[in-house]
Nanobody
Framework: QVQLVESGGGSVQAGASLRLSCAAS????????MGWFRQAPGKERESVAQ????????YYADFVKGRFTISRDNAKNTVYLQMNSLKPEDTAVYYC???????????WGQGTQVTVSS
């Protein structure tokens, strides 16, 4: 099992940057693929970015390509989401999640709020 705690959210103006962090407990962090998801009010949760266990493979939703970067530091049990050129439509609660290969994203953090004003 793994426990996840996000941090780094906040309120910024359009065009600004934020870096989200997700700290994982346990000694098996490197065995999990990791992902960032978000949920805006009244909308379904959507995948933002994902990264493989060793960081060699990444996925980005089209709406963040070129603006967001996912990375991980397995020595620190932490996954990051660098968000640049933020837009008001990026406003949402951002969650990190862990996926054991072959399974679903079964482990979720509590979320961190990101608010972008125009």
């Amino acid at each position: 099992q793994v426990q996840l705690v996000e941090s780094g959210g906040g309120s910024v103006q359009a065009g600004a940057s934020l870096r989200l962090s997700c700290a994982a407990s346990g000694r098996t962090f490197s065995t999990y693929n990791m992902g960032w998801f978000r949920q805006a009010p009244g909308k379904e949760r959507e995948s933002v970015a994902q990264i493989s266990r060793n960081g060699g493979s990444t996925y980005y939703a089209d709406f963040v390509k070129g603006r967001f970067t996912i990375s991980r530091d397995n020595a620190k049990n932490t996954v990051y989401l660098q968000m640049n050129s933020l837009k008001p439509e990026d406003t949402a609660v951002y969650y990190c999640a862990a996926q054991y290969p072959g399974a679903n994203f079964n482990y979720w953090g509590q979320g961190t709020q990101v608010t972008v004003s125009s």
